[in-house]
């Protein structure tokens, strides 16, 4: 970690500590209400939530109680072990980490889950975060922590050798406009470079099909993904763009974390989380930059909570320290480390999360471009039961195209059809 990294991280942070006694919507501050005779708790989370060993050393200080952190590779590893220990009624972690694409499954077994109901957190989270996480019966029965505003990141070395703009704010105008706007610009770099455009057909889909309310589920709850035009529209306009643009890289793959480096591709879709994916995977890389722009307007992806299943044993205790970890002070540690973009409504206009800046990004305002990037969100996808299940398949489809080139398109989407149609 290079000194200006310490030094930008270490300032934000100390900020923070300062400015929880003034947030609105925090709790006290301190550790709330853990039981005494409690000495353990563990923690389940996926990728990277920001919480790190320090800061889980912290809470340990505070109350004496030692956190086990147990970390799966995905969301989908993360969802596996949580519905078949559910179903099990033992094994799960004391607090729980859900992901928002498969988090309405989980809301139909909220009998299962303890209630996180608190005044004091009441008006914690932006609405829609707070009402997704309410059961039928009124229970909240879930933490927000992030939200997924995005922007585009892009290899700066890699647009100065096609002899593409690199200064930001000129990116962010040469991308500017739609869909067909970002693959024009795609089209005027591989032209002159070797690399891909970007990284994962599968992430361009994905991105948008974030910026349309009713896409793989009607709000009735009907699977609607292989009759909407809007969904095939979507997987066309990316199979049309990938043969060219495209790095034949399937999200998550050892190919696709390498390629973070080796220059495989110069553009991707950047949630807020995905600035540590990035620089956990190309840490020596020098070139990485964010412009403040997303096509078609803006998008969110992903964003989690934290849950309390029942069965723990130490359930009071374990709201206690997911209250904590849900705290603005504690989100706003996470954003510094990882990129996580808080859902906490009363860091929004604070300074000490406007006034961030990442390092590796050549001093990106990241605080500055995930507020203006998470403003620019005016849609949020319906999810329900079978989002998860529906967007798996679709992903699918794409990679046996892009990826594999195991089908053309149209045998995998009727394959694709197929496989919903066995989902219900």
Request: proline share 4%; glycine share 8%; hydrophobic share 40%.
């Amino acid at each position: 970690m290079s000194k200006s990294r310490r030094t930008t991280a270490a300032a934000a942070i100390a900020g923070a500590a300062a400015f929880a006694l003034l947030a609105a919507g925090c709790s006290s501050g301190g550790a709330p209400g853990a039981d005494d005779e409690v000495t353990e708790l563990t923690l389940a989370t996926f990728n990277d939530f920001g919480y790190t060993d320090e800061m889980l050393a912290e809470y340990t200080e505070l109350t004496g109680i030692k956190i086990v952190h147990n970390k799966a590779a995905t969301s989908g590893d993360a969802r596996t072990n949580y519905f078949t220990k559910l179903g099990a009624g033992s094994g799960l972690a004391d607090v729980e980490a859900v992901e928002i694409d498969w988090f309405a499954e989980l809301l139909q077994y909220s009998d299962k889950l303890y209630d996180l109901s608190n005044d004091e957190v009441a008006d914690r989270w932006v609405q829609w975060k707070t009402d997704a996480a309410t059961d039928a019966d009124g229970r909240l029965i879930a933490y927000g922590t992030d939200i997924g505003p995005q922007a585009i990141c892009y290899r700066s070395d890699l647009f100065a050798e096609a002899g593409l703009p690199t200064d930001r704010e000129e990116v962010a105008a040469m991308i500017d406009g739609d869909w067909a706007t970002y693959f024009a610009a795609g089209d005027e770099f591989v032209a002159n470079s070797d690399a891909a455009w970007f990284d994962s057909s599968g992430a361009i889909l994905q991105g948008i099909l974030n910026q349309e309310e009713e896409t793989l589920e009607s709000t009735d709850g009907e699977i609607i993904a292989t009759t909407n035009p809007v969904v095939e529209d979507a997987y066309n306009t990316v199979l049309d763009a990938s043969p060219e643009l495209s790095a034949h890289l399937a999200q998550w793959s050892d190919d696709w974390s390498a390629g973070f480096a080796n220059g495989a591709f110069a553009t991707m879709l950047c949630p807020s989380w995905m600035l540590g994916v990035i620089e956990g995977n190309a840490p020596e890389v020098e070139g990485w930059d964010v412009a403040n722009v997303f096509p078609n307007g803006g998008g969110n992806w992903g964003g989690s909570y934290l849950t309390v299943p029942a069965q723990s044993k130490k359930a009071e205790a374990a709201k206690a320290f997911a209250d904590w970890l849900t705290d603005p002070e504690q989100q706003l540690k996470a954003f510094v480390a990882t990129g996580n973009f808080p859902s906490q409504t009363s860091l929004y206009e604070a300074e000490e999360l406007l006034s961030v800046t990442r390092p590796y990004f050549n001093e990106a305002p990241t605080g500055e471009i995930f507020s203006d990037r998470s403003a620019a969100i005016t849609v949020a996808p319906f999810k329900s039961v079978n989002y998860f299940p529906v967007m798996d398949a679709l992903q699918n489809a794409i990679t046996r195209v892009d990826v594999d080139k195991t089908q053309d398109a149209d045998a995998s989407w009727e394959q694709f059809v197929t496989d919903v149609e066995a989902i219900g």
